[in-house]
C-alpha cells in the first residue's frame, strides 16, 4: 500500500482513538453541567467559535498568509479544546469540569460551524465556492469524524464502567503518541509547505495561542466570572484541537497543504499554554498564602 493511502487510512483512525478517549471521560453530567456554569459556558464558547476565528482572520492578513496556509489557520481557529486542555488547566487551577464541559459541548457544534468557517476559507482564500463546507456530505463526514467514535466511547462508559476506568489512562497515552505522529506525518507530507511559511506560520500560532488564552481569562473576569472557571477558558480557548483540523484537512477536504498550520499550532501551542499554567498557578499559590499580620 502507498505511503499516501496508509496515511488516508490511519489519520482518521488515529483521530477515532483520540475522540473516543474523550468519551470514556465524558458522561451525560458533563452535558447537563452547563446549567450549573451558564455565564462562564456562554462567554467561553462566543470567545471560542467566533472571537478567535475573527481574531485569527485578522492575524492571517496581517502576517501575509495565502493560499492553502491561509485556509488551514482559520480551520485551526474554528476547531474545539484540544485534549490537553485539560491537564494544563489542572495544573493551572483552572475547573477542569467545566473545562470537560466546554470541550464536550463545542464538540458538538462544531459540526455546524467548523463547516461555515471551512467555507469562508475557501472562499477567501482559495478561490472555491463557500459553499464547500455547507455541502451534506461535509457535514456528514464532520460528524463521523467528530462525534461517532465520542459517542461510543461514552456508550462504553456508561456499558463498562469498570474497564472503561482502567483503559482511560491506556488510552490516553496511547492519544498523546497517535497525536505525535500524526504531527509528524501532516509535515512530512507537505514539509515545502512548511518551511516556505515557516516563520509567518509560527508567528501566527503563537500569537493566536497567546491571544487565545488572554480572552479567555480576562473577557471571562470582565464578566465577573471566577477565576478557576476564567482560567478553564483561558485553557479552552487557548488551546485548539490541531489533530482534529488535521484530519478535517487530509481526510474531508484532501488537503496535506491545509494540514500543516494544525501541526505546527499543534506544536506551538504548548509554549504559550505552558508558561501561562505555571503563571496561574504560581498566582493561586500566592493568593492562598495567609498574610502575616
Given amino acids: 500500500m502507498a505511503v499516501s493511502s496508509l496515511f488516508a487510512v490511519f489519520l482518521p483512525l488515529a483521530l477515532a482513538l483520540v475522540m473516543f478517549g474523550l468519551g470514556l471521560a465524558l458522561t451525560t453530567a458533563d452535558f447537563v453541567r452547563v446549567l450549573r456554569y451558564p455565564k462562564a459556558t456562554v462567554v467561553a464558547l462566543v470567545c471560542q467559535m467566533v472571537v478567535l476565528p475573527a481574531v485569527c482572520l485578522g492575524l492571517v492578513y496581517l502576517f501575509r ?5 491561509a485556509a488551514g489557520m482559520l480551520l485551526v481557529a474554528a476547531s474545539p479544546g484540544g485534549p490537553s486542555a485539560n491537564l494544563f488547566s489542572h495544573v493551572a487551577g483552572g475547573n477542569v469540569a467545566l473545562n470537560i464541559t466546554l470541550t464536550a459541548v463545542n464538540s458538538v ?3 455546524f460551524t467548523l463547516p461555515l468557517w471551512v467555507g469562508l ?3 477567501l482564500f482559495l478561490d472555491g465556492d463557500a459553499g464547500i463546507g455547507l455541502r451534506p456530505d461535509k457535514f456528514a463526514q464532520v460528524f463521523a469524524i467528530l462525534l461517532v467514535p465520542v459517542a461510543l466511547g461514552m456508550w ?3 456499558r463498562f464502567p469498570g474497564w472503561s476506568q482502567r483503559m482511560r489512562g491506556s488510552v490516553k497515552v496511547a492519544s498523546i503518541v497517535v497525536l505525535a505522529l500524526v504531527v509528524l506525518a501532516a509535515v512530512a507530507r ?14 501566527v500560532c503563537l500569537t493566536l495561542a497567546i491571544i487565545g488564552l488572554a480572552v479567555g481569562y480576562y473577557v ?3 464578566f465577573r466570572i471566577e477565576t478557576d472557571q476564567a482560567i478553564a477558558a483561558a485553557m479552552e480557548i487557548g488551546i485548539h ?3 482534529l483540523a488535521i484530519a478535517v484537512a487530509t481526510s474531508v477536504l484532501h488537503s496535506t497543504a491545509l494540514a500543516v498550520p494544525g501541526a505546527v499550532y499543534g506544536v506551538l501551542m504548548n509554549v504559550p499554554a505552558a508558561a501561562a499554567a505555571y503563571l496561574f498557578a504560581r498566582r493561586s499559590r500566592s493568593a ?3 498574610t502575616a499580620v
Fill in 288 to 290: 492562598s498564602v495567609p
Fill in 156 to 158: 462504553v462508559h456508561h
Fill in 121 to 123: 476559507s475557501y472562499a
Fill in 190 to 203: 507537505d514539509f515545502h509547505t512548511l518551511t516556505s511559511h515557516i516563520g509567518a506560520l509560527s508567528a
Fill in 65 to 69: 498568509l495565502d493560499g492553502a496556509v
Fill in 109 to 111: 457544534l462544531a459540526v
Fill in 241 to 243: 484541537n490541531g489533530a
Fill in 220 to 222: 471571562s473576569r470582565l
